[in-house]
């Protein structure tokens, strides 16, 4: 079972940058694809990344597409970032990171993603 936690949450201004961190412990991400959700009150689970696959590129929301980049720690297979990029106050959520199985690669449902990590809060102010 991999463990996860996520850094790097906070308060920016709309515009801003932020830089989530996931650290996995136990197994680590090489075998597993780590994505990340999101989530606002009393909203459901939303998608927002997922690592790319053999030949297949990372999958992104339409919602962040563009603005958002998920990448590895290539000198460390237990890190794995989300970078978001022109803020904006609809950011302003938790945001978890989570695993899935390479067979469930392309999938963009929650219930797919077996571990998770507590969530970081990201809070974006105009």
């Known amino acids: 079972q991999v463990r996860l936690v996520e850094f790097g949450g906070g308060f920016v201004q709309a515009g801003d940058s932020v830089r989530l961190s996931c650290v996995a412990s136990?197994?680590?991400?090489?075998?597993?694809?780590p994505g990340w959700f999101r989530q606002a009150p009393g909203k459901e689970r939303e998608f927002v990344a997922v690592?790319?696959?053999?030949?297949?590129?990372?999958?992104y929301a339409d919602s962040v597409k563009g603005r958002f980049t998920i990448y590895r720690d290539d000198a460390n297979d237990t890190v794995v970032y989300l970078q978001m990029n022109n803020l904006n106050p609809e950011d302003t959520v938790l945001y978890y990171c989570?695993?899935?199985?390479?067979?469930?690669?392309?999938?963009?449902?929650?219930?797919?993603?077996?571990?998770w990590g507590q969530g970081t809060l990201v809070t974006v102010s105009t």
């Open positions: 136990g197994r680590i991400f090489s075998d597993s694809l």
């Open positions: 989570a695993t899935t199985s390479f067979s469930q690669f392309g999938s963009r449902s929650s219930r797919d993603f077996a571990s």
């Open positions: 690592v790319g696959w053999r030949d297949a590129s990372p999958l």
